[in-house]
């Protein structure tokens, strides 16, 4: 049985059936190859593709791009996309300095590691000093009171299958399969929503969300935001600035439904200084601190206390993801276009010059490549495409892709690059993703790979035990020998 009679017996199954089977895939690259080999399958594929995405808690966009060729094509773009981009990231890096930076990840089974160090960064104005004049652990790895790892284990004990992870300078976040949302590190503005302000040093089931099946979530430095499956938003942590979109500045122990959000259904967000959010209709908001343009309001104004809806250049897209910087915002719509703004510093915005972007901009640069992975850290700005291509922009680990192991010829706070550039040592190398942080950066490959790029004059990578001065190393490969990241 070949070609088209062969389909045509096997169409004759129940419809039900063979969409069953086909979204049981391994990978969508084979389904896209069923796709390209019968076109008899067209209709069955679209509803295995929207299956998948329902079962991953995910909704599949409603409206057609004009650039795709098919529903099929488009629907298989989409779950490239959630893999790679911060939404379904399966690893995090924090936004604090390179110091106490930690970092999570989720291996192939579904379980967490973390390595780094177990402190929060230099500013210990919530948690002082010690009479010794040590900080104090505050769990960031969730392995009790231990100070610090250098190489990726398994959280011991923790034996949650995990869908997703998020870190801030304070937190980490563990999103279980079953939309339990675990959490632990320093709770001093109530970012944890265990309904404290203490130190918690294994991760933690959050109460506040018991039965919401939780699909969603990220760590902003001081507050948290989560997504259940019926599209409610909730959020917790310090309000300053309007961070948590109530309508005010106070400060919320345990997370509470964004009010101003309720008529609209959620799917995804990001936090940073301020947050994000996204809905089904592909339409961003964001509200909390929102100076330098980052916010991309045009508001004018420092603080936004409830959720405004971004629009400039955004206005009749279809936003799928959205990586929040400290100080600049990414984001990527349906068709693969990518758009910046806040502040331009050193070229982090990419778009040719270093000029402060109140207002979502389309990044020309990349205009024709399909971007479906985004990442803004500190100083610097990631982008992949469809072809696994990794580019970059901005200044710090990786900004120009210089080489690892080779002096930095462009150091933070220097002229950075202004435009993205392809990462040259990566060409031929097919990259899922990038996560970056201040002075570090880490590379998803396709084959499960993990690569980390440190900058940073006396910095504690993993796997080594100090980095020269000016210095780009990726990870010790020992540091990884067995470990598959999803």
């Not at 109530?190 to 099946?213: E, V």
């Not at 990566?426 to 396709?446: E, F, M, P, Y």
């Amino acid at each position: 049985m070949s070609g088209q009679s062969g389909a045509t017996t096997v169409l004759k199954l129940p419809r039900e059936l063979l969409v069953e089977v086909i979204s049981v895939a391994a990978s969508v690259y084979d389904i896209a190859r069923l796709d390209c080999a019968c076109s008899s399958f067209r209709e069955v594929i679209e509803d295995a593709l929207r299956l998948r995405a329902t079962r991953a808690g995910t909704i599949a966009v409603t409206e057609l791009p004009p650039s795709a060729v098919s529903w099929t094509q488009q629907l298989c773009f989409d779950e490239l996309r959630r893999a790679s981009s911060y939404r379904g990231m399966h690893f995090a890096i924090s936004h604090g300095c390179v110091q106490s930076s930690h970092v999570a990840l989720v291996d192939h089974e579904g379980s967490v590691l973390t390595c780094g160090v177990n402190i929060p960064d230099g500013n210990s104005e919530y948690f002082p000093e010690d009479e010794d004049g040590e900080v104090p652990i505050i769990g960031l790895l969730g392995r009790g009171d231990c100070p610090s790892q250098y190489h990726p284990a398994r959280v011991p004990g923790f034996a949650v299958r995990v869908d997703a992870v998020s870190v801030n300078t304070h937190s980490t976040l563990i999103l279980g399969h079953d939309g339990v949302v675990y959490s632990c590190g320093g709770g001093c503005d109530g970012q944890l929503g265990h309904g404290d302000r203490g130190i918690h040093l294994i991760p933690k089931a959050i109460q506040a969300l018991l039965g919401k099946r939780i699909v969603a979530i990220a760590a902003g430095r001081s507050h948290s935001l989560f997504v259940d499956a019926v599209g409610i938003a909730y959020s917790c942590g310090e309000g300053f600035g309007g961070n948590l979109g109530h309508g005010n500045q106070a400060r919320q122990l345990t997370p509470i439904p964004v009010r101003a959000l309720r008529r609209k259904r959620i799917c995804a967000v990001a936090a940073s200084e301020g947050s994000f959010f996204l809905d089904d209709a592909g339409v961003a908001y964001s509200c909390g601190q929102g100076g330098k343009g980052y916010a991309g309001t045009d508001d004018g104004g420092l603080f936004q206390l409830t959720p405004r809806s971004i629009c400039g250049a955004l206005l009749d897209k279809q936003i799928c993801a959205i990586a929040a910087g400290g100080i600049h915002t990414i984001f990527l719509d349906t068709a693969g276009v990518a758009y910046s703004c806040g502040f331009g510093g050193e070229g982090r915005l990419g778009h040719g010059d270093e000029l402060r972007q109140d207002t979502p901009k389309p990044i020309d640069a990349l205009r024709g490549m399909r971007i479906c992975a985004i990442a803004a850290g500190g100083s610097a700005s990631f982008f992949v495409d469809m072809s696994g291509v990794a580019y970059s922009c901005g200044s710090g680990p990786l900004a120009n892709g210089r080489e690892w192991g080779r002096p930095a010829p462009t150091p933070r706070g220097g002229p950075g690059v202004l435009a993205p550039t392809p990462l040259e040592d990566l060409l031929g190398q097919r990259v899922c993703a990038v996560a970056t942080t201040n002075c570090r950066s880490l590379i998803l490959l396709q084959d499960g790979r993990m690569f980390d790029a440190v900058e940073h004059p006396g910095a504690t990578a993993f796997g080594i035990s100090s980095v020269p001065r000016g210095i780009v190393v990726p990870w010790n490969c020992h540091s990884f020998q067995g470990l598959r990241v999803l």
